[in-house]
Nanobody
Framework: QVHLVESGGGLVQAGGSLRLSCAASGRTFSSYAMGWFRQAPGKEREFVAAISRSATSTYYADSVKGRFTISRDNAKNTVYLQMNSLKPDDTAVYYC?????????????????WGQGTQVTVSS
């Protein structure tokens, strides 16, 4: 059975930092690209960052480029999202997903087996 469990969210002031983790099980983690997406109330799920299977390539939404860093540890079956210089607009539930379908790294339809999400709230 496939599981993705996100953690590390919380309440932080603008300008602060958080590190999200996504622990994976049930599939060969190193065989898949991994992605982080977020969804704010009343909005669609949007791409945040993605990383290739071997971590040789990373991809970011323009809104987080230079502030967020995605990484992975294939030995620990975990993908991370380091978030610095947080803004109130970053407030959302953050989800990770396995890149199990063919498609763009930037598209939610490329990913499956979403976790339950972790809430990130940035106060002004």
């Amino acid at each position: 059975q496939v599981h993705l469990v996100e953690s590390g969210g919380g309440l932080v002031q603008a300008g602060g930092s958080l590190r999200l983790s996504c622990a994976a099980s049930g599939r060969t983690f190193s065989s898949y690209a991994m992605g982080w997406f977020r969804q704010a109330p009343g909005k669609e799920r949007e791409f945040v960052a993605a990383i290739s299977r071997s971590a040789t390539s990373t991809y970011y939404a323009d809104s987080v480029k230079g502030r967020f860093t995605i990484s992975r540890d294939n030995a620990k079956n975990t993908v991370y999202l380091q978030m610095n210089s947080l803004k109130p607009d970053d407030t959302a539930v953050y989800y990770c997903g396995y890149g199990i379908y063919s498609g763009s790294y930037y598209a939610a339809s490329t990913y499956g087996y979403w976790g339950q999400g972790t809430q990130v709230t940035v106060s002004s």
